[in-house]
């Protein structure tokens, strides 16, 4: 079975590796509290005990949701993918219109992620 670093836009639901740990790819894209360049996935783990917890952190902010424990958020760079036998080969790059549409999906989780972490100092600050 083959491996790629990295999710693509067809990244949510894929199957994952970290190590020798299998999961299930739940949320892709920038977490509350980390720097907003920062791009994570939310994953549901094989192994329960595997994870810290149900997709939503510590402030109360659901990502995903899972079992108890069985999920955990990890650094996009630092995950494999395992290509679907229904996906399309490695070779053959994303359609232009659907790579502009991931960036555009992106571009606005982190214009979101922003307007949160200022809406919060503003309010911090009153």
């Not at 996906?87 to 606005?108: D, F, G, L, R, V």
Request: with cysteine; hydrophobic share 25%.
């Amino acid at each position: 079975m083959s491996t790629t670093t990295g999710v693509s836009l067809s990244g949510i639901n894929s199957r994952c590796k970290r190590g020798p740990d299998m999961g299930t790819v739940l949320y892709v894209g920038p977490l509350e509290g980390r720097d907003p360049s920062e791009i994570w996935a939310g994953v549901c783990w094989d192994d329960p005990s595997r994870g810290k917890h149900n997709g939503t952190l510590k402030s109360g902010k659901k990502y995903f949701e899972c079992r108890d424990n069985a999920g955990s958020f990890v650094l996009l760079d630092k995950l494999e993918l395992i290509p679907s036998a229904a996906a399309a080969p490695p070779s053959k790059p994303a359609a232009p219109q659907q790579q502009q549409q991931y960036q555009q999906q992106q571009q606005q989780q982190q214009q979101q992620y922003q307007q949160q972490q200022q809406q919060q100092q503003q309010q911090q600050q009153q």
